[in-house]
């Protein structure tokens, strides 16, 4: 027996069972975005300060996220990419594979739980280290706001 047969299972409760995470992801989702767009994260005091960058001064990779989603919230795309392009750029990369979970689970597929090839997930990791390094170096001011 493998470790996946039970992903293999049909999800209980039809269409609107089958549907419950995925939505319930998007609600949350949702709530997070509306949350950050109404308390304006530019306002000293309303969020905590990033542990990393409070002991360090330097910016981590996802330094200027509340920000950046304030931002896209109130359609300013420009300012998004000038808070963290790294923000910005995952959330297609986000939306595309949360259609994809939301399709197989509608189609009482089994949703794929193990990624086709790592090295995607080390070009991922390596992409995240480099902008983290790169955003902290004087070249790379741009990438920190």
């Not at 949360?98 to 193990?114: F, N, V």
């Amino acid at each position: 027996m493998t470790n996946d047969r039970w992903s293999a299972l049909p999800m209980p409760g039809g269409l609107v069972g089958r549907l419950a995470a995925p939505f319930g992801v998007l609600v949350l989702a949702g709530a997070v975005v509306s949350y950050v767009a109404a308390v304006d994260p530019n306002e000293h005091g309303n969020y905590p300060t990033c542990p990393f960058l409070a002991l360090t001064g330097y910016q981590c990779p996802g330094c200027g996220s509340l920000r950046t989603i304030h931002a896209l919230a109130h359609g300013q795309l420009g300012q998004a990419f000038g808070l963290n392009v790294f923000v910005v750029a995952m959330l297609p990369v986000l939306a595309f594979f949360w259609l994809r979970w939301t399709i197989a689970r509608a189609a009482d597929r089994p949703t794929r739980t193990k990624p086709g090839d790592p090295r995607l997930i080390w070009a991922l990791f390596a992409l995240i280290m480099v902008f983290w390094l790169v955003r902290n170096l004087p070249f790379g001011a741009f990438l920190a706001a």
